[in-house]
């Protein structure tokens, strides 16, 4: 019997763990993460892509968090967002329960207009829908060197890296 509940317990945790958010990691191949991509020497596109229990504001942190550690990396002082879009994607799931054993009761109905109709009881089966997001955020920056300039669209790098520092989650090893 301890075997069992210890199983069901250590069954628990792996699905907990499987059921987070997307944290602060390098993107595998099709997987969720930050991801560059060089454009020019001072230029890249950067982007998070989250998983549907990532909040959009965790992406949109961890991207501009991204931004200031590449600007640090390549020995630059600042950057500048030059584009910047944050993409949902929308989807709906659904579960319809059937339980189908010796017991179950199926009849059919009559309607007038289209005859006798289905196998199902139409006040008893339940469908529960669910809206899924998932996000996707990406910006195309600009590096730069010296005094950031007087700009909303220019960043400190080291200020971004101290002021989102403790926002950003890495991932559990």
Known sequence: MKRLIAGFAASAAILAACAESTPYQRATAGGFGY?????????????????????????????????????????????????????????????????????????????????WYGWRDPFWDDVNLREVT?????????????ETPDSPDAFDAVDVIRNLGPLVRPPVQ
Not at 45 to 71: I, K, P
Not at 86 to 91: D, G, L, N, S, Y
Not at 137 to 146: D, S, T, Y
């Open 134 to 146: 998932r996000y996707e955020a990406m910006a195309e920056i600009q590096l730069g060197r010296g």
């Open 35 to 115: 991801s560059e991509q060089q454009i020019e020497q001072n230029r890249f596109m950067v982007g998070f892509s989250g998983n549907s229990l990532t909040e959009r504001q965790s992406v949109e942190t961890f991207l501009l968090y991204r931004a200031a550690e590449l600007t640090r990396e390549q020995g630059y002082d600042y950057f500048r967002l030059i584009r910047r879009d944050t993409e949902a994607e929308r989807r709906f799931t659904g579960s319809s329960p059937r339980y189908y054993d010796r017991f179950d009761v199926f009849y059919r109905y009559y309607h007038p207009r289209h005859g």
